[in-house]
Antibody, heavy 119, light 112 residues
Framework: EVQLVESGGGLVQPGRSLKLSCAAS????????MAWVCQAPTKGLEWVAS????????YYRDSVKGRFTISRDNAKNTLYLQMDSLRSEDTATYYC????????????WGQGVMVTVSS | DIVMTQAPLSVSVTPGESASISCRSS???????????VYWYLQKPGKSPQLLIY???NLASGVPDRFSGSGSETDFTLKISRVEAEDVGIYYC?????????FGAGTKLELK
């Protein structure tokens, strides 16, 4: 059974940093691209960043470029999102999602982790 | 960025009846390889999103065949036949033709 379990969320002050983790199991992690998708309170889904299977290619939405870094450790079956210079507008639930290799969608999602940026 | 526009914002359906949700993209999602890269997701109350339909008309694993997807290059429809209580939630369309991946604002399905 595919499982994605996020951790690392919490309350953080504006300008500070936070690192999210997503532990994957039930599939060969190194064979899949991965992504982070967020959802602000009562809002819709917004893609944040993606990473290729080996980690050599990364992609970000414009609003987080230069502030967030997506990475992965295939030996630990773990996806990360380093979030620096956090802003109040980054407040959201962050989901990690598996990216099907043949663009069959974000086919598995974690349960999500809440990040609140507030003083 | 490709804008995905959904309609209606909410729909109320009698159990056992059918429901349709529309989505329009700001540019064609038809790739030169013949595949249309539009997707449908359902977020049940308090849960994570789940993939329902991929590449416009393909049912994701484990999804009941009451769900179906169709459309053209820019206009897409999710149809739910014989709506059940477990279908309640917010439906999102999305595209993966090009970066950044984008989603519609969502359509809330409720039962009458």
């Amino acid at each position: 059974e595919v499982q994605l379990v996020e951790s690392g969320g919490g309350l953080v002050q504006p300008g500070r940093s936070l690192k999210l983790s997503c532990a994957a199991s039930g599939f060969t992690f190194s064979n899949y691209g991965m992504a982070w998708v967020c959802q602000a309170p009562t809002k819709g889904l917004e893609w944040v960043a993606s990473i290729s299977t080996g980690g050599g290619n990364t992609y970000y939405r414009d609003s987080v470029k230069g502030r967030f870094t997506i990475s992965r450790d295939n030996a630990k079956n773990t996806l990360y999102l380093q979030m620096d210079s956090l802003r109040s507008e980054d407040t959201a639930t962050y989901y990690c999602a598996r990216v099907d290799n043949n663009r069959r969608g974000f086919d598995y999602w974690g349960q999500g982790v809440m990040v609140t940026v507030s003083s | 960025d490709i804008v995905m526009t959904q309609a209606p914002l909410s729909v109320s359906v009698t159990p056992g009846e059918s429901a349709s949700i529309s989505c329009r993209s700001s540019k064609s999602l038809l790739h030169s390889n013949g595949i249309t890269y539009v997707y449908w997701y359902l977020q049940k109350p308090g849960k994570s999103p789940q993939l329902l339909i991929y590449r416009m008309s393909n049912l994701a694993s484990g999804v009941p065949d009451r769900f179906s997807g169709s459309g053209s290059e820019t206009d897409f429809t999710l149809k739910i036949s014989r709506v059940e209580a477990e279908d309640v939630g917010i439906y999102y369309c999305g595209q993966l033709l090009e970066n950044p991946p984008t989603f519609g604002a969502g359509t809330k399905l409720e039962l009458k």
